[in-house]
Structure formats: structure tokens, C-alpha cells
């Protein structure tokens, strides 16, 4: 099993910048992809970005070129990094990370087998 937490939600004007974390623990061995999501009031849950491998990142067209994917490890933890900036009124929404056990890309939300509780994003114009 895995445990995934997300952190750093919060109000922020338009504009403004966010770091969200999401910390793995338990069977992180097993994890070969994770990724971040999004899902606004009454809209699907959508991807926002991916890394695959600890190396292949990709980015939903909404937020490239104003988010960073970034990675850390330690013996029994890993930490992915979603760094936000230039943010907008329509990047509010509750941000989750998730994490898969297959590799490769996936872009589906349903072909990732843990999900974090989730972080709010409140972007005020």
C-alpha cells in the first residue's frame, strides 16, 4: 500500500505562486509514475502534470510553461513538488496527487491505483 499527502493549498491572488507537496510513504518501491490532478466544481478531474520514471515529465497544455514537476527521495519517502506560478482565476480548483505502479505515461485518471486526499487551490482575481 501507499500513502499519499498532499500539502500547501491555499488563497492566493492572480498572479501569485503556490508549491504544493504531495509525501509517499509505505510501498513507494512499487510507484513508477505519479501525477497531479485537478477538479474544479461540477468538471471532471483533470490532469495537470505527470512524472514517469522519476524522469519524464509532461504537462497538461493549461499550466505549461507555469508549473514545475520536481522530485525528492529518501530511504522511505518521496516527495513530488508541483510548483505553481502566474496562477489564474481558473486554476481554482481541489488538487490531488496520485501514483501508479505500472510505467509509462497515463493521462486517465483511472489508471492510477492511490489517490492523496486532496488540497484546495483558491486563485482570487
Known amino acids: 500500500q501507499v500513502q499519499l499527502v498532499e500539502s500547501g493549498g491555499g488563497l492566493v491572488q492572480a498572479g501569485g505562486s503556490l508549491r504544493l507537496s504531495c509525501a509517499a510513504s509505505g510501498s513507494i518501491f512499487s510507484i513508477n509514475a505519479m501525477g497531479w490532478y485537478r477538479q474544479a466544481p461540477g468538471k471532471q478531474r483533470e490532469l495537470v502534470g505527470m512524472?514517469?520514471?522519476?524522469?519524464?515529465?509532461?504537462?497538461a497544455d493549461s499550466v505549461k510553461g507555469r508549473c514545475t514537476i520536481s522530485i525528492s527521495r529518501d530511504n522511505a519517502k518521496n516527495t513530488v513538488y508541483l510548483q505553481m506560478n502566474n496562477l489564474k482565476p481558473e486554476d481554482t480548483a481541489v488538487y490531488y496527487c496520485?501514483?501508479?505502479?505500472?510505467?509509462?505515461?497515463?493521462?486517465?485518471?483511472?489508471?492510477?491505483?492511490?489517490w492523496g486526499q486532496g488540497t484546495q487551490v483558491t486563485v482570487s482575481s
Open positions: 496520485a501514483a501508479r505502479a505500472l510505467p509509462g505515461t497515463a493521462a486517465a485518471a483511472g489508471q492510477y491505483d492511490y
Open positions: 512524472i514517469t520514471d522519476g524522469v519524464t515529465i509532461e504537462y
